[in-house]
């Protein structure tokens, strides 16, 4: 039997809320399991002024993924969100009903792994569902729009022969393997590859080890996804 995917569901849209529960309940790999108007109330957090963002309580169960509403009414932060999310042991999944490219780059910053508007059907959705849970990340359109529009100072300009051996790198390659592939010898790709960490890290987004770089990969959209 294959394994099932937990989702939960943070927006304030009761309509799309119960929508969701008819289409997500039709899908027999993915069971929702949780559905809110915030992130503290799927937290189950206790409202404290002087605790902003307390931890999710003793015995909670992080749903799989969690598909996060880019804006909410209650006025909190997305990126303040998607890290409360991230701690609670969740990867977030950011939907919104327009694709706006500044707030898109700040929620893959905060560490989103995807980013989808509510217009998409539901197999689009249960295939980025099914991504984030892989670790993958949900590429879309609107995703790699705003990732190749970002011109903002933390996204590192790399060379052609950098982009190769990074993405070769990242997506599990040896060094040497990814040396091969470019025509260059391993002393060469890691002097690229030194370059590729030294720009992210001048950029205020270090990437010491092979999945930050992968991450940094989804993050830029570099994968052409």
Request: hydrophobic share 40%; proline share 8%.
């Amino acid at each position: 039997m294959a394994p099932v995917t937990t989702v939960g569901v943070v927006d304030d849209d009761r309509m799309l809320l119960d929508g969701m529960r008819a289409w997500l309940g039709a899908v027999p790999e993915l069971r929702l399991v949780a559905t809110a108007a915030t992130v503290g109330e799927l937290l189950g957090a206790p409202a404290a002024p002087e605790l902003p963002n307390p931890p999710p309580p003793s015995g909670y169960v992080p749903p799989d993924v969690v598909l996060l509403d880019l804006v909410l009414r209650d006025g909190s932060a997305p990126a303040d969100n998607i890290r409360r999310l991230l701690r609670a042991g969740s990867r977030v999944l950011m939907i919104s009903t327009v694709p706006d490219r500044s707030r898109i780059i700040e929620a893959l910053r905060a560490g989103a792994d995807g980013y989808l508007t509510k217009d998409n059907d539901l197999p689009t959705l249960v295939a980025a569902i099914e991504d984030v849970a892989a670790g993958r990340g949900a590429h879309s359109a609107e995703l790699a729009f705003a990732c190749a529009h970002d011109t903002g100072p933390d996204r590192p300009r790399l060379s052609p022969r950098e982009r190769q051996v990074l993405l070769d790198y990242a997506s599990g390659m040896t060094l040497k393997s990814a040396a091969r592939r470019a025509g260059i010898t391993v002393h060469t790709a890691k002097d690229y590859l030194d370059r590729v960490k030294a720009k992210y890290r001048q950029a205020g987004r270090p990437a010491y080890t092979k999945l930050d770089l992968a991450r940094r990969v989804r993050e830029d959209s570099l994968d052409g996804g």
